[in-house]
């Protein structure tokens, strides 16, 4: 008798939360299960601001794949998605093709960049490791450009971080924590380095509770950040961005930060699509697909107190990843009362650097090292549910005080 | 009554050992002495090969100037010097200008170009702290970048070491260990990486025994080094090297190794020199000039037994310090039997990095660890006879094991 196949596509938080609930609930027994990913690697995406602004190593945010997975249970494929063609139960991988009978897509997203002109060129973008290694090479090989030129390029030492949203903040607060360092490093004035947080909507942080925002902005003012708010980016150049105004800023790090969208690979494949994602049913299947479901950034599920899409964060993606899991099971046992997915919300804390954070836990605000600790807390939680006690402790931020 | 003027420009070996020697001496209660230099730090140049590839940090290769000096016995400006006016007895720097009655040129070399276009452009030069922290950060952008290239470019991973003398075998050796570190920092096959050592004349290491030189070209070898011998570079682009024969090498860093000429200030001030060197009177004093001493990479002592100049070395550049602080000496005393200049050449250790070197001290070939061991105790030997104890205790080479 053939195992059903199930292949699960992204080994974010959704795809790796997957797999581990379907490896530790013995599904594998059942199934013939295959995780594809592009790297033999797992990284935290929400922590990719630290290694961006070299506050932490990149290899603290990332685990090899077969250290969570047991891949003699679950198989592993190291391969990027070409293609998926939902008709044909069939994937098309970057070098070869796979069945499936069930599929899990947690493909991630790719960067919004609104069709502004110059970001994909000249932009850098916090999104993998390979990207925030880049942008802490190049922010560093600025500081040790500036004192060998001729003449002084002012540019080489302003950053500018494109979009104040959730990861943009996190960003800025981190790397007002990083430059004096490299000012250190370099033998460069302090005062000659210039970080502007800038931002298209009318406040840093929408829609995040106006206290924290000015707590959060007050805080990076402190460390020397300059908020332009209210003020859209028209174009990126080589040479630094275009404001609407036609204001030029000289700056040679643009980091751009305005925003997800869904892979690019559910449009390609013929999903009916929304900016890359996909408005799932209530049990997280593609609409009219029995046998895919979508979790992560590449699935809307929409916020009906609100009538608006949650924002895709880890805790949805992980969310999602166990009512995936138990639907695949229940098909697996040939039933067909799928679980609704439900949202549980549980907060929202912003890290600002050093031991600085702001957030939302319920209804409770948090300010300064109460929110810090329990960004660690949200994190090492994460590690713990992902792959135990071993795996926290081999991964996990205790520098709590 | 006016004490007399002494100005020493430039903090490399000649200079600060001849301020240090003036200050042991108590020169400073017989004349006013003034030492002129660009930054308020020396560094050992015959350590940059280190930094440059990333093996030492480069604030182990500087001291602050008045960590060494007393500045209030020797005062300290911090400025570049933009010309002599011998005639006049006078210093244009680059903010003021000063009086001298006596003058000791230690200004230090430029890189060697031999007019191949491009090498100004295009190629880095080990010559500064600035300037092998620019080397170092460049090195580690290239790997960053790789793997977020959709095209690989096989040049970021291809590095070109133009001159297989002094310099450019010890910064290969450094950079061979370096590379399977930065490898595995970016997640980079060490067999994609290329390390090319390119000499125009007939042998690597000219004018070094030729066994020494067969052990360092195996030893590098053996980590993954190409050796191109009788391979003149015809010139350097953007792009990588064009060899004589007009093969191209792309490369994205190119580090010009080729030797050193005297300081461009020599010329422009109207010293008759060979290449930025005024061949010095036997007392180091510049011909025609009894207020005016040369030492370092901008004098031009010939070894009688051969014919040919001494090559510039720290070694020499410390031996001169030395006579001309003791024909200062006698000049404040009004004594005219000034003391003749003679190398006693000790032997020279090139590192090859890690626990490797080659060595000829006095007839002695030294191999191996013991000629790392030798190359230690030269540079520790150093820091002793400017700082003393306190210094060497600080920024001395101690692992010798």
Redesign the interface.
Known sequence: MRKPKIVILGAGYGGMMTATKLQKTSAYQDAEITLVNKHNYHYQTTWLHEPAAGTLHHDRTRMRIDSVIDTNKIKFIKDGVAEIKPDEKKVILEGGELDYDYLVIGLGSEPETFGIPGVQEHAFSIRSV??V??I???I??M???Y??EEVKNEGYLTFIVAGAGFTGIEFVGELSERVPELCK???IDRDKVKIYSVEAAPTALPGFDEELVNYAVNLLESRGVEFLISTPIKEVTKDGVILADGEEIKSSTVVWTTGVRGNSVIEKSGFEAMRGRVKVDKDLRAPGYEDIFIIGDCALVINDEINRPYPPTAQIAMQQAKTCANNLKQLLAGKDNLETFTPDIKGTVASLGGKEAVGLVGSKKLYGQSASMMKKVIDNRYLFLLGGMPLLLKKGKFNMF
Chains 1, 2 share one sequence.
């Open positions: 390979n990207s290694r880049l802490r090479e190049h560093e090989y500081f040790a450009s004192n060998n490093e370099y033998d």
